[in-house]
């Protein structure tokens, strides 16, 4: 083992903190071997003590080179990988463990550098005993990119208390296919809608100082029937205009300091190999200037599953010339075949030297490069505070989704007898993706306690209603048998209401029914659910359908029968309040669909993002139209949606559009609602989706209160990929859509985008902006009233 006690360190310029950080990473780079200089660009996943299954595919076979802690450390280490998400380990025993490691890490190299640490934060510090907010799926439900920001902060406070240096998070691929496992951890389906939220993801992460990750670039979603790594037929009009949007938005709106290449190949070039995106596109055309690390075994993957490379070496020759700067999880080809590489001509050490100064200017900015740097963390370590647990159930109410109620049977009447049945009634594991501790890492320790509390949709519905509450199973999410309906069946039949809770148990790799590695055939529901659901509404009781998924599935064949149909997307460990409250009253619902949800199990892959045929039309008899479109959420009590003004009716190519809209609470209770502004081109070069988002603004209103809702939207919001290729904005007739869903438009604003065709770049405007006027109280419209 390496004496933790320093060596004599090499000092010089990259000490010095009134340098810009790249100036002093240079300088270091300027001083280091080949060797030194490669240390700095691979991870070592540190797992203290592995049990069960592995946490990714091919990680043994990848990862089991026979080497040491201190074989890697020799010369240095550019990433420590998941000390805290690997295994269940208490935060003070973690971050004294990591310090340690931190301090074997800068003794055993001449320039005292330590790694920098990363963990995953899809939804929230996935460590133990650490809060697990909602997935990002509940993230776009909420429309709320406000309370994202602030769930983010504290999740990097967290991070950066523990000594974790960067997140892997968010994830902006946009969903082109709903069968795909990885659904859940997902924003939705419309790239503007991912943009807004992941930057304010990024925003808040980036305010702890961690480094967010943007991942997967690009176009890992649009796999082939929905497999995981599947290839990608996406031409490069999709590529543009679908795929990449959200990464420049997180970027340039948000700040994000890190990039993951995607695990796709898209028209036979993988991701990690592909220069024109990694290198071309992203920093040549966007300017981003951060650090692009490899997703774990990405670049060993270029030999092993994509074939493009015979050796390791020739494979780290691929992804480092495309732009790829640290491999991860651990040191694989950018270890020996890397610097054998480099002495046989294969590659260039200049290339090298590149990753080498990427990577030691993000150190530099971090404090790494600092001489007083000390790896000990500060103060005691809370990663389930209770402030993080009022973020989290806040933004699990806001992410419920009601999606019919015609009946009226919600909120259930205080006394009523409910009977609570299905697989997900009392799984606390129902509330949690793929990626949460308890799923991700837990499920192998199943001695040790989950360290967080998960509330049921029974343990809340029983604390939160008034009636007799009955319960029963029913079946398994996904294993099949039907032993149980007659105990559900029995149930609801003695009840005035009957709940049945449906959908998925996350998990990877086939052990769930969503999550990574987990994908579907079709869209009916998993198992036996969808024959639990038809045998509980053959019994005539009023049945609320209530679906816990992670992706959405096709509710077509109960829409007609079910009394109300409520939607969520693992809402976290608070969810099951969160749901308790919906279901009786207790929060109004305001929760709108970021993914559609489909009529039929088989009428994928299809989303609201589609032109003219691929829509309904007469050419095919198969009817894509959801049942429920995206935007799409219903309430308690409605808004009352008034005169929407514009005063133009030509539009600048160069310019911006004005409109407002009138609203006015004329309920008895507190509504929340989602404005949602779409763009409608009329007619233009290349086919265009019918609608496409431009902008929204989540409205919150008191009994009684009017409000204006104002949007700006630049003419760049219009842009598309011509034929040439270019970007441009078209001069034409458009319409702006002021709606409530995709498929909901209160009012059509026509209007004529004037001037020449006008090429636009990465500098475009991005978002558009909207405000909310004041509100006038109800007391002030009485006065108004009253006063003629």
């Known amino acids: 083992m390496i004496d933790p006690s320093p060596m004599t360190r090499v000092t010089g310029a990259w000490h010095d903190r009134t340098l810009p950080a790249d100036q002093r990473a240079r300088a270091l780079v300027a001083e280091m071997t080949l060797n030194e200089k490669t240390s700095q660009l691979v991870g070592l996943w540190v797992v203290a003590d592995v049990s069960g299954g592995d946490v990714a595919p091919f990680q043994s076979e990848m990862s089991d080179a026979g080497i040491t802690f201190d074989d890697v450390i020799e010369e240095g280490l ?14 003070a025993r973690g971050a004294e463990s990591l310090a340690r490691a931190q301090r074997r890490i800068m003794a055993s190299n001449r320039f005292g550098i330590p790694a920098q640490v990363h963990e995953e934060c899809l939804a929230g510090f996935a460590a133990w005993q650490a809060t697990a907010y909602p997935v990002p799926l509940s993230w776009g439900a909420s429309f709320d990119p406000v309370l994202v920001e602030e769930m983010a902060a504290q999740i990097g406070a967290s991070l950066r208390s523990a000594g974790i240096h960067q997140g892997l998070a968010p994830v902006l691929d946009v969903v082109r296919d709903y069968r795909w496992g990885r659904v859940e951890e997902t924003i939705g389906e419309d790239p503007y809608l991912i943009g807004a939220v992941g930057a304010a993801y990024v925003r808040g992460i980036e305010s702890a100082d961690v480094v967010a990750t943007l991942k997967h670039f690009a176009g890992y979603s649009g796999s082939r029937a929905a497999r995981n790594h599947a290839p990608v037929s996406a031409g490069p009009r999709e590529m543009a205009d679908v795929f990449h949007p959200p990464f420049l938005t997180a970027l340039r709106e948000g700040g994000a300091r890190s990039v993951m290449n995607s695990y796709a190949e898209v028209d036979g070039v993988p991701a990690a190999a592909d220069r024109s995106v990694l290198t071309e596109l992203l920093r040549d055309d966007w300017g981003f200037d951060g650090v692009v690390v490899a997703d774990y075994f990405a670049v060993a993957f270029l030999r092993t599953l994509h074939r493009v490379a015979e050796t390791d070496g020739e494979a780290a020759a691929l992804a480092l010339a495309a732009g790829i700067d640290v491999e991860l999880p651990s040191v694989f080809a950018y270890g020996d075949p890397l610097r054998d590489a480099v002495r046989t001509g294969l590659i260039d050490e200049a290339l090298v030297d590149r990753a080498a100064v990427r990577v030691l200017t993000q150190k530099a900015e971090l404090g790494l490069l600092d001489e007083d740097w000390t790896p000990d963390a500060d103060g005691d370590l809370s990663f389930d505070t209770a402030e993080q647990r009022d973020t989290a159930l806040r933004l699990a109410r806001e992410s419920v989704v009601l ?39 837990g499920v192998r320790h199943p001695d040790v306690p989950v360290g967080i509390d998960i509330s049921t949709v029974r343990t809340a519905l029983a604390s939160a209603h008034g009636g007799a509450l009955s319960h029963a199973i029913g079946c398994d999410v996904m294993r099949p048998g039907r032993g149980g309906f007659d105990e559900a069946v029995a149930a609801a039949r003695q009840a005035d209401v009957a709940i049945v809770a449906v959908g998925d148990r996350a998990g990877l790799f ?63 460990q608070l969810g099951g309040q969160a749901i308790a409250e919906v279901l009786t009253g207790a929060t109004n619902p ?5 993914v559609g949800i489909p009529r039929l199990a088989g009428s994928q892959p299809s989303t609201y993002l589609a032109p003219p045929l691929g829509r309904k039309d007469a050419p095919s008899n198969i009817d894509p139209t959801p049942l429920f479109p995206f935007g799409h959420g ?22 911006e559009v004005t409109l407002t809209l ?18 409608h081109d009329v007619a233009a070069q290349v086919t265009r989706p019918v609608s496409q988002l431009l902008g929204f603004q989540r409205v919150t209103m008191a009994p009684g209160d009017r409000v204006q809702v104002t949007f700006t939207v630049h ?16 001069p034409g007739a458009v319409e702006l ?15 004529k985008l004037v001037g020449p065709t006008r090429p636009v770049d990465s500098t475009r405007v991005l978002l558009s902006t909207s405000r909310i006027a004041e509100p006038v109280t109800a007391e002030a419209v009485d006065a108004e009233r009253r006063n003629g």
Request: aromatic share 6%; net charge negative; with cysteine.
């Open 662 to 679: 009138d609203l006015s609470n004329e309920s008895d209770r507190v509504v929340s609602d989602v404005v949602q502004l779409y763009l």
């Open 634 to 655: 219903e309430s308690y009590g409605s808004l009352t949606w008034g005169d929407v003004s514009c005063e133009d009716t030509e539009w600048a190519v160069d310019g």
């Open 715 to 730: 003419a760049d919001l219009t842009s598309f990929t011509g034929l040439s290729g270019e970007r441009i904005v078209e």
């Open 403 to 441: 999606l019919a109620n015609d009946s009226g049977i919600l909120p259930l009447a205080p006394t009523s007898r409910v009977a609570l049945v299905g697989p997900l009634a009392d799984d606390p594991f129902g509330m949690l993706g793929c990626y949460s501790f308890p799923l991700h890492v």
């Open 590 to 594: 305001s929760g709108h669909l970021p």
């Open 510 to 572: 086939g052990k769930g029914t969503s999550g990574e590695g987990c994908d579907a055939a079709d869209l009916r529901l998993p198992g036996e659910q969808h024959a639990l659901v038809e045998a509980v509404l053959a019994t005539g009781t009023p049945t609320v359908v209530l679906v816990l998924s992670g992706r959405p599935y096709a509710l077509g064949a109960f829409a007609d029968r079910a009394a109300a149909i409520v939607q969520t997307f693992f809402p976290g």
């Open 78 to 91: 550019g990433q420590l990988v998941r000390p805290f998400g690997s295994d269940p380990i208490e935060p």
């Open 737 to 751: 859509q002021v709606a409530r869903s995709s498929a909901d438009v209160h009012r059509s604003l026509p209007l």
